[in-house]
């Protein structure tokens, strides 16, 4: 046999014997959002923050925010301000695409319960946005004390 024909049948039988691959979940949807102004502010009771951004759904379909995870806290609850003294806690957070949300605006903000130390002025903490979808990686820096910041404990 000559060299050619050896290399030809080689290639032919890699091609053969790889095994192809397939995706078979049509229906994931990977969420693309803009996250601007990630402020968390310290209130007076220490166990508890408040944080509050502008985001920016960049995908094609809407996403759903279900809360906020990080190491330095173990709950979170997504709270909307409804009038003077009336708040509401929302179990999701639908934004459409392309629309922009900025919750300092609209009136919302997510809790954040169980601190695991006292937030420093000044600091930046590592928090993700849960969606319905999957998680956001994103970064917040802690100001000074907010009132909301002891309204739901």
Avoid: C, W
């Amino acid at each position: 046999m000559g060299k050619s024909l050896r290399l030809l049948i080689s290639f032919l039988t890699v091609i053969t014997l790889a095994t192809p691959a397939f995706a078979k979940d049509f229906i994931a949807v990977y969420q693309d959002a803009e996250i601007a102004k990630a402020v968390v502010s310290a209130g007076a009771n220490k166990n508890v923050g408040t944080l509050q951004l502008k985001l920016t759904n960049t995908a094609v379909g809407s996403l759903t925010i279900i809360g906020v995870k990080g190491a330095s806290h173990k709950n979170s609850k997504i709270v909307a301000q409804l009038g003077p003294a009336k708040y509401v806690e929302l179990e999701s957070l639908p934004i459409l695409s392309e629309e922009t949300l900025d919750m300092e605006d609209a009136g919302i903000f997510i809790q954040l319960h169980d601190m695991e130390a006292s937030l420093k002025n000044g600091s930046v903490i590592e928090l993700d946005l849960i969606l319905l979808n999957g998680e956001m990686p994103f970064r917040a820096h802690v100001i000074k004390h907010s009132a909301q910041s002891t309204l739901l404990n």
